[in-house]
């Protein structure tokens, strides 16, 4: 990324002296979505990439499709542009962890199958848990 230097080159060139205070502004937020423990906006600190907001966002959820989580992007034109992480693959080695931007959205869906079985075990536990809280009367 190019620096816009318009205005602002003048204070680029000066020297850091003793006492001074330099503020850095934050880096941001990125949007993990979609099946993780806790969806939301998350701080970027250096460094972080895919692996590390999806795990700041409790991790992904048994019906998450972990081979196809997408990463939307918007450019400085204001454009999207979307590409496709496997989790898998990149804890493997096979796939660069890319680092984030400010504004990232990371959307993590769901893997039919998995949805199919997460929904079954989700009645039956809802069930032994309605069933545990009503009183035995002898």
């Known amino acids: 990324d190019s620096i816009n230097r318009s205005g602002n080159e003048r204070y680029l060139n000066m020297p ?19 099946w993780v423990e806790k969806p939301g906006a998350y701080k970027i600190s250096s460094g972080l990439t895919i692996l590390g907001a ?18 939307i992007r918007t450019n400085h034109q204001g454009q999207k542009t979307s590409s496709v992480a496997n989790l898998n693959a990149i804890k493997g080695g096979e ?34 848990h309605i069933g545990a809280s009503v009183p035995i009367i002898r």
């Open 95 to 128: 796939q660069p962890d890319l680092p984030l931007r400010e504004g990232d959205v990371i959307d993590i869906s769901s893997s039919s199958p998995k949805l199919v079985a997460y929904g079954i075990y989700r009645f039956f536990t809802t069930i032994m």
């Open 16 to 34: 850091a002296r003793p006492g001074d205070i330099i503020m850095v502004p934050g880096g941001g937020e990125v949007l993990v979505q979609g």
């Open 54 to 71: 999806v795990a700041a966002a409790g991790g992904p959820l048994f019906p998450a499709d972990t081979s196809s989580v997408e990463l």
